[in-house]
């Protein structure tokens, strides 16, 4: 069972202390926590007005609890999913909006925490949990989500830095890695909450190391999901979503089709019911998260017929850290597939800023590039950003490794003491702060959390009835739901059937 942070603090609200000492001691205590040796601190200026930061709102919190009482997300989950474009609810940080966001960034992290980064383990590059159990076991089971299915792909590709692999001789697959999930809101009082059914896609990424940002060869090749050959994606994200391996029973179906197959039985299960898809994912796997939110939009696979005609059904993505995925023909496809995309990223991180360092969206003669020169290096970020800067947290120190600022943590730490370009930082939330130091070194030292603190109890041995200490069993994983092929199927009549009727 994974681990609780070592120190976790309890957070006031934005309201205004009486003084600056009270400032300290609200900080520090909380309504039910303790730090010791408060004294000492109270002494450092650096953290008195670490917390002075973090305790004044900019114009109270109260106007916005009172905006979060008079909203409902039920009544308008479609601007908070983007039908507008976010417009009027970035800057001002709509409360609203901002906990969603942090919501789907906490599925994309659940990735992360439950995944086997250990090389001296058999199930390195797996799920530690079953999916029944998967929410359960990362203290997520009051989310009203439950697992559908799991995802894999092929480590056989020309990405060798972003796949984990095991140092074991028997190890439960050569070729394969858990890639993230699908999970449906099951819970009545979380669909009514939502205001519809919710389909959420989450995509792994790599929470240790960049280096698979080197691997990118920044070679477009055409997405094929269509029949528009100059849209074009990374050859090594393509790869990574569309190669199978068929000597392995977790990858005998690519990522692409195990996510195709499952929105369509999904989508067919639920179609009497209001829906959405949203797909979330962070670094490489917010490459993922958008290419697939283009290939289900693509393959109509959103759109439901009903008496009343045609329905389409609201593809999302929530973003984070992401690279460039495609050209400029791939962004203006989504835009006009209706995919929207809110990419939140860490104007430090320098993943955002590739591949297309050359020819990107920031140039105004990217569309020339493309159509008369046919410049075979020009990539452009896909819908709205959301830009935020760890040196406006006052709780974070300079980073000493170019990966903190990448993390995933850290990203929804800013989230919730981001409300605008102009505002002053003030967490939104009691979210805890020592979750920024999850995976990484970060916050400042006086707050006392260790860097890298969560880790698996006893790192996943247990004692057995003869005193020994090994890695248990684990229950086998199942590859593939058994209808998986027959949905491929129908998915292909449906291309051929649409393509004789053009």
């Known amino acids: 069972m994974a681990s609780v942070p070592i120190i976790s603090f309890n957070y006031p609200s934005c309201s205004s202390p009486s003084n600056s000492r009270e400032a300290v001691l609200m900080y520090m205590h909380g309504r039910s926590g303790y730090l010791p040796n408060i004294k000492p601190m109270l002494r ?7 917390v002075c930061v973090a305790s004044v709102a ?8 009172d905006r979060m009482v008079k909203k409902s997300l039920r009544d308008m989950w479609r601007e908070i999913h983007g039908s507008n474009n976010w417009d009027g609810l970035l800057d001002p940080m709509d409360p609203l909006l901002r906990n969603e966001i942090i919501h789907y960034g906490e599925m994309a992290q659940a990735c992360y925490d439950a995944f086997d980064f250990d090389p001296y383990s058999k199930y390195c590059g797996t799920c530690k949990y079953q999916g029944a159990h ?15 299915r799991y995802l894999y792909a092929t ?42 059914r919710d389909i959420i896609v989450a995509w792994r990424g790599t929470v240790t190391y960049l280096e698979w940002i080197h691997d990118l060869k920044d070679i477009l090749r055409p997405a094929s999901f269509g029949d528009d050959p100059t849209i074009k994606i990374e050859s090594g994200f393509y790869d990574l979503y569309t190669e199978k391996e068929l000597q392995c029973k ?5 990522a692409r089709e195990q996510i195709l197959a499952e929105i369509k039985r999904l989508v ?36 439901i017929e009903t008496d009343d005609g045609p329905r389409e059904i609201p593809i999302t993505v929530y973003s984070f850290a992401g690279p460039r995925v495609g050209n400029l023909k791939f962004k203006e496809r989504c835009d006009e597939l209706g995919v929207k995309v809110l990419r939140v990223i860490n104007v430090h991180d ?6 297309g360092i050359i020819a990107n969206e920031k140039s105004k003669y990217q569309k020339y590039i493309e159509d008369v020169i046919s410049f075979p290096w020009s990539y452009a970020h896909v819908g709205v950003e959301l830009a935020l800067d760890h040196t406006n947290s006052p709780f974070l120190k300079s980073p000493t490794d170019f990966g903190c600022p990448h993390n995933l943590e850290v990203h929804l730490h800013l989230l919730d003491g981001y409300h605008g370009k102009d505002h002053r930082f003030c967490l939104a939330s009691k979210r805890d702060i020592a979750l920024v130091n999850k995976n990484c ?14 880790q698996d109890y006893n790192k996943g041995m247990v004692r057995t009835a003869d005193g020994r200490w090994v890695v248990p069993e684990r229950p086998r994983m199942e590859a593939h739901p058994p209808d998986t092929a027959h949905h491929l199927e129908q998915i292909l009549k449906m291309v051929k059937s649409s393509v004789k009727t053009v």
């Not at 900019?58 to 106007?63: F, L, R, V």
């Not at 394969?176 to 699908?182: D, F, I, L, Q, T």
């Not at 977790?250 to 690519?254: I, L, M, N």
């Not at 320098?350 to 591949?355: A, D, H, R, Y």
């Open 44 to 50: 450092k200026k650096r953290v008195l007005s670490v």
């Open 250 to 254: 977790y990858c005998t179906f690519s």
């Open 58 to 65: 900019s114009n109270g919190a109260t106007k916005e609890e």
């Open 268 to 303: 067919e299960r639920y179609k009497g019911e209001e829906l959405s898809i949203t797909i979330t994912g962070h670094s490489l796997g917010a490459a993922l998260a958008l290419i697939s939110a283009y290939d289900l939009a693509e393959m109509r696979l959103n759109i």
């Open 134 to 148: 998967f929410f359960e076991k990362l203290e997520m089971a009051n989310r009203g989500y439950e697992i559908s």
């Open 350 to 355: 320098k993943v955002p800023t590739v591949p």
């Open 155 to 196: 480590s056989n590709i020309n990405l060798p830095n972003f796949f984990q692999k095991s140092k074991m001789s028997k190890v439960w697959s050569q070729h394969a890695n858990w890639m993230g999930y699908v999970a449906v809101a099951k819970d009545p009082e979380e669909i009514r909450r939502l205001g519809r």
């Open 441 to 454: 070194d970060f916050l400042k030292d006086d707050f006392g959390v260790p860097p890298n603190w969560r």
